[in-house]
């Protein structure tokens, strides 16, 4: 299973990077604004940074919601480094990009996808990546966890080579449960992957430890 990191806070990257299990990033416009990057150079330019942090996919999203817009912006996206996947947002225009961009062997993550239906037709379409939003479904009432469960089942019952990228994940039980489910790749915080390390059994059990090895050692 993959980790992605779902930030665009340089910090943070370099330390999933330091823990030595990250395998890429996602960003989206939410999140760079988060980070205070405003305008189209300093946008293109922060995406430039990450890549050179991290040695995996970095997903960069188009702000066009326009067929030639899309294309025009995930094609100079697609230019500033080999590591970018193109994010496409899950609308009939996007739809019609992935499999331009699919045709034209530029990665793709086809976003905001809440329905097995519409994880069907970006696969169909030839992305790279699909990327169900789980906590956004718990939120409504839905099951997140439930859409991974048919996507990834779909997906095995016609060997689709898109990957499903379990996004919108916001705690360890869910990152565990995408990864019984087979999701291929979860993205999550930091404090997610960082959060996997805990247990108060661990924490207890390595004070013992130490404590009896300075009674013998001083
Ligand atoms: O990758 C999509 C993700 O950023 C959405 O997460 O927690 O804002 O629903 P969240």
Request: glycine share 8%.
């Amino acid at each position: 299973m993959k980790f992605f990191i779902d930030t665009a806070n340089l910090k943070d990257i370099q330390e999933a990077v330091e823990l030595g299990v990250l395998d890429g990033v996602t960003t989206n416009p939410s999140l760079m604004a988060k980070e205070g990057i405003r305008g189209t150079d300093a946008v293109m330019s922060h995406y430039k940074k990450i890549c050179e942090i991290v040695d995996g996919d970095v997903s960069a999203e188009v702000i066009a919601t326009d067929y030639e817009g899309i294309i025009r912006e995930g094609e100079a996206l697609a230019e500033l480094h080999p590591n970018i996947v193109v994010k496409v947002p899950m609308i009939r225009e996007g739809v019609k990009a992935i499999k331009y961009f699919s045709e034209k062997g530029i990665k793709t993550n086809c976003t905001l996808i809440f329905t097995a239906g519409q994880a069907l037709l970006a696969a169909k379409a030839g992305a790279t990546y699909v990327s169900p939003f789980v906590g956004r479904l718990d939120d409504i009432g839905a099951d997140g966890l439930q859409l991974i469960q048919q996507i990834v089942d779909i997906f095995s019952n016609y060997g689709y080579p898109t990957q499903v990228l379990a996004a919108s994940v916001r705690h360890v039980p869910h990152l565990i449960q995408c990864a019984e489910l087979g999701a291929d790749v979860v993205t999550c915080p930091l404090s997610v992957i960082t959060g996997l390390l805990n247990h108060p059994l661990t924490d207890k059990g390595l004070a013992t430890f130490l404590a009896d090895h300075a009674k013998v050692n001083g």
